[in-house]
């Protein structure tokens, strides 16, 4: 119960911004099919993993939405820690970024 109540305010504070930012500088590199499917899968990943760990540790929860919010938390490392796929993800996205 209390994951839904979370995942709502987990994808609008922090995995919607993400993975838009992520689609917009894949785009502008023509990533390869193999990193597109990457963050597909991370993208159906996420919002669970998160709900579910923000249900089970509600300060963990309100204090990652509010830090994400306000620009104390990044959310690049908020979504890596929330599945492998995520992790390759956003080791993609500093990769695009270093070049």
């Not at 785009?27 to 993993?49: D, F, K, L, N, R």
């Not at 500093?94 to 070049?99: E, I, L, N, Q």
Request: proline share 5%; with cysteine.
């Amino acid at each position: 119960m209390l994951a839904g109540l979370f995942m709502p305010l987990l994808s609008f504070f922090i995995v919607d911004p993400f993975m838009a930012t992520l689609n917009e500088r894949l785009a502008a590199v023509q990533a390869p099919q193999a990193i597109i499917e990457q963050v597909q899968a991370c993208a159906s990943t996420a919002p669970t993993a998160l709900a579910e760990r923000a249900a089970g540790d509600l300060w963990w929860g309100a204090s990652t939405v509010i830090g994400v919010a306000v620009g104390m938390t990044d959310a690049r490392m908020i979504v890596a820690g929330a599945s492998p796929a995520c992790a390759r993800v956003v080791a993609a996205l500093a990769a695009v970024r270093a070049s």
